[in-house]
């Protein structure tokens, strides 16, 4: 959620709370009691959204920390045995494309790391032979080469959590929206009318409506003098 729509899904959980302590008053009222109805699942529609958003995107963060801190610590180690040898034939583009470190790899931009990295793997698939007096091994290449595809994979699914993420987007907003106008345009009216009849209700109504909205317009929604 915007720091907007934080502000106002607190006045749509004090709205709520006020339902929740007089259901049985509200549910004497039936075109009141299905306007709460509608309001509530929009209400409990954003908690979820919410919930599983930031929830996928903080375990994705931190999952592709871990997987590209491992293919990092092995590539570099890889690419310091590789240049050895590249200083050893004197090949100086050899020496520049294995001239990579940790810090190259583990804090550069992702897409940068993985190209980097891919173009190490495969450097050194040219020379694997030459590259066992080294100390590089067709294990630690296996090994290495296991952390970038860990990586590559990791990116690609992350790009599918970010469509995820700008369409859950598009989603709050249509539930923001959907909430506001059932708030607005029924339930604030309808309060309106039972004014005198429910004193009590209306004035704890009000009270919750009182939290003030920043992230609504007359525009979205035709907001009542009481709100």
């Not at 491992?70 to 890889?78: F, G, I, K």
């Amino acid at each position: 959620m915007t720091d907007r729509q934080q502000n106002t899904f607190r006045m749509f959980l004090a709205v709520k709370g006020v339902y929740n302590k007089n259901r049985e008053l509200i549910a004497g009222y039936a075109p009141l009691k299905v306007a709460f109805d509608d309001f509530l699942a929009r209400v409990d529609a954003i908690q979820q959204e919410s919930t599983d958003t930031e929830t996928d995107t903080a375990g994705s963060f931190d999952q592709k920390l871990q997987i590209k801190e491992a293919m990092a610590r092995e590539v570099s180690a890889l690419a310091s045995g590789a240049e050895a040898y590249a200083h050893q034939q004197g090949d100086r583009q050899l020496i520049a494309q294995f001239d990579v470190s940790f810090s190259d790899l583990r804090y550069t931009a992702d897409q940068l790391a993985l190209d980097e990295a891919l173009s190490v793997m495969n450097a050194i698939q040219g020379h694997m032979t030459a590259l066992e007096a080294f100390l590089i091994t067709e294990a630690d290449i296996a090994s290495a080469r296991e952390k970038v595809e860990a990586f590559q994979d990791h990116l690609e699914k992350a790009g599918a959590l970010s469509s995820r993420s700008a369409t859950s987007t598009g989603n709050m907003k249509m539930l923001f929206k959907e909430a506001r106008d059932l708030l607005y345009l029924r339930i604030d009216l309808l309060m309106d009318r039972l004014q005198l009849k429910e004193p009590a209700l209306y004035n704890v109504y009000t009270h919750s409506r009182g939290i003030k909205d920043l992230g609504a317009s007359r525009t979205e929604g035709l907001e009542s003098s009481v709100a």
